[in-house]
């Protein structure tokens, strides 16, 4: 699977870039290719794709977590005074039958339970997991449409990050997993 992502400016973010796989290939058209990145929104999304039949696949997408403090202090654990934060997790998508249930969800301000974004990488020709990130407790703050593609803005009260690691034989010997509440300002 090629690693092609470029950086795109987000309409109406002024400088705001985010990273796409709509990267430019002339070679594409002549190949069917893999997604590198899938995206599971509760139960709304679907695909045709082995293992990732609750899944769409996933164009682009940013996030960033900060730990704010208020009193700086060097060598020591995180202060009372910390904030964990994360921006709103901007999501690039298909548009699809699952676009008009996630404006509905906007719309009447539910929350998504999980949304749950993977990376698939090729270990020894296997599809594997390389990444996931299981956002909980989101709600949808704002829908683009443009053209064929839905940009998504969520605002996220927890994060889990898992990171797999393989062996050189191809067997997954462990992960690597960081929580944050962003809600209870606490990390485990």
């Known amino acids: 699977m090629p690693n092609n992502f470029q950086l795109v400016d987000l309409p109406g973010k002024g400088e705001f870039r985010v990273a796409t796989t709509d990267a430019q290939n002339n070679d594409s058209f002549l190949s069917a290719r893999s997604p590198e990145w899938m995206i599971k929104i509760d139960n709304i999304t679907t695909s045709e794709i082995d293992g990732y039949t609750n899944y769409i696949e996933l164009f682009g997408w940013q996030g ?6 208020a009193t700086p202090v060097s060598g020591g654990p995180n202060l009372a005074s ?3 934060r994360h921006t709103d997790l901007i999501l690039i998508i298909p548009f ?15 929350y998504l339970d999980s949304i ?4 698939i990488g090729a270990v020894l020709n296997n ?4 990444q996931t990130l299981e956002f909980n407790n989101c709600r949808i703050q704002r829908c683009q449409q443009q053209l064929d593609r839905m ?6 009260s927890v994060k889990t990050n898992t990171v797999f690691v393989y062996d050189q034989t191809g067997l997954c010997t462990g992960q690597m997993v960081s929580k944050t509440d962003y809600i209870k300002n606490t990390a485990e």
Do not use: D, F, Y
């Open 151 to 156: 940009i998504v803005h969520v605002m996220i």
């Open 82 to 84: 910390s904030t964990l």
């Open 127 to 130: 599809k594997v997991p390389l």
């Open 116 to 119: 749950v974004i993977t990376h």
């Open 64 to 69: 960033e977590s900060n730990c704010l403090s």
């Open 96 to 110: 699809g039958g699952h676009s008009a249930q996630i404006e509905t969800k906007m719309n009447r301000c539910e």
